[in-house]
Every structure is written in structure tokens, then in C-alpha cells.
């Protein structure tokens, strides 16, 4: 099994273009999050998808929105990309909720905007 | 509301020297709590996680952690460093839901040969 897959590894934007993000994981998990990681500061939780269809706002979720139209597909989307975003993203899934489920982490994209 | 305090950001041992990343939290509840590690370029990894049952927990690679609710402390340790230990470490605590997860701001281990 692949786990969760993110693509793509690596990508550099300028400032107000577009991109997505695509994760993907093959263990039927429920639940699946994007957060962005920066020096100093942890992981943020940008938003997050407890089933197909339903998306919801974490802590830093303005400039960025999210699909999750198949369970095992969760995308983020930066419509108009500022040099603040430039950060390493990682997804996350999630077997279910409940006290001591685990996340699973993808290998991040690293994103910069100049 | 939940939150974690990793109390060192770099931590330097020894190799074959033991290992201690201290993690504070605070929770309204009783928590749910996760230490991961990071590899440089990768992903973060599920070392252990404490869910209520026994308060020493043992992980992956010779890790371990005692929760202590009277010091609200998860401190992480190891009996001996390896070269391989080198990484950023994460304490986490999710809420009551478990669909919500606290990231500490990590601890950078590195290990002296």
C-alpha cells in the first residue's frame, strides 16, 4: 500500500497564480486534513474532511479551499497565491475520529511563491 | 481548549547516551496524546500514543513516554541515541472529538558521534 501520496513534490509559483494540491490515500480512512508547516511554528491545520463531500475550516484557512468529492482524493486549492503561503504542506488521513486514532502523513510539498 | 509546550526547540545528546524531549500539554479533558518524528523531507511518523490505558507507553525504535497527569507532562525518552534518532520530533494532543489535532512546535534532536 501507498499510504497517502502527495502531488506534487516540489512547485514554484508567482505571485497570484494558481495551483491544487492533491493528496491521496488507499486505506479507506474517513477522515483527511491539510496543514502547512513553517520554521518555529509546528503544523497549522488549514482545513480538514471528515467524510466524502464534507469539508471544514481549520486555524489557517483563509487564502486556500478544499474538495473531497471522492473519499480517497482530498485537494487544496490556492486561487491566487501570495509569498505568505510559501510553506511545505502535508496531508494527513485518518481511520475514523475518536480517542487515540492516529494521523497518517504524506511526504509534503514543499511550495514557494515569489 | 488544548495545547501543547515542546519546553526545548534543539536538544543535543551523545550517541549511546539517553534521550529526553519534555512536552507540557493542557486539556480541559483527559487526552488523547501522539508523539511524532520528522525525517528531513518527509512526512511525520507515529512514534507512540497514550489513550487512558497504562501511562507508560512504548513505541517504535526503543522510544517511550510516561503520561503524568499531576505534571500534565508526556516527556519522550530513549535509553540510548543512535545516529538514526537525528530528527524533529512532535508532542501532540487531539480534543475530545478526535478529529482535531494540537501540534507543539517541535524539538530538533541531534545526535554527537
Known amino acids: 500500500n501507498a499510504g497517502v501520496t502527495q502531488t506534487p513534490k516540489f512547485r514554484v509559483l508567482k505571485t497570484g497564480q494558481s495551483m491544487t494540491l492533491l493528496c491521496a490515500q488507499d486505506?479507506?480512512?474517513?477522515?483527511m486534513y491539510w496543514y502547512r508547516q513553517d520554521p518555529g511554528m509546528g503544523l497549522r491545520l488549514i482545513h480538514y474532511?471528515?467524510?466524502?463531500?464534507?469539508?471544514a475550516k481549520g486555524e489557517v484557512p483563509d487564502g486556500y479551499n478544499v474538495s473531497r468529492l471522492k473519499k480517497q482524493n482530498f485537494l487544496l486549492g490556492l486561487e491566487s497565491a501570495a509569498p505568505s503561503q510559501t510553506s511545505v504542506y502535508f496531508c494527513?488521513?485518518?481511520?475514523?475520529?475518536?480517542?487515540?486514532?492516529?494521523?497518517?502523513f504524506g511526504n509534503g510539498t514543499r511550495l514557494t511563491v515569489t | 481548549a488544548q495545547s501543547v509546550t515542546q519546553l526545548d526547540s534543539h536538544v543535543s545528546v551523545s550517541e549511546g547516551t539517553p534521550v529526553l524531549l519534555r512536552c507540557n500539554y493542557s486539556?480541559?479533558?483527559?487526552?488523547?496524546l501522539f508523539w511524532y518524528v520528522q525525517h528531513p523531507n518527509k512526512g511525520l511518523q507515529l512514534l507512540l500514543k497514550?489513550?487512558?490505558?497504562?501511562?507508560l507507553v512504548k513505541g517504535i525504535n526503543g522510544f517511550e513516554a510516561e503520561f503524568k497527569k499531576s505534571e500534565t507532562s508526556f516527556h519522550l525518552t530513549k535509553p540510548s541515541a543512535h545516529m538514526s534518532d537525528a530528527a524533529e520530533y512532535f508532542c501532540?494532543?487531539?480534543?475530545?472529538?478526535?478529529?482535531?489535532?494540537?501540534f507543539g512546535t517541535g524539538t530538533s534532536l541531534t545526535v554527537i558521534p
Open positions: 474532511s471528515v467524510g466524502e463531500g464534507t469539508t
Open positions: 501532540v494532543v487531539s480534543d475530545q472529538s478526535g478529529n482535531q489535532f494540537y
Open positions: 497514550y489513550t487512558s490505558a497504562a501511562t
Open positions: 486505506m479507506n480512512h474517513e477522515y
Open positions: 494527513a488521513s485518518e481511520r475514523t475520529g475518536g480517542e487515540g486514532s492516529p494521523l497518517h
Open positions: 486539556s480541559s479533558y483527559s487526552p488523547s
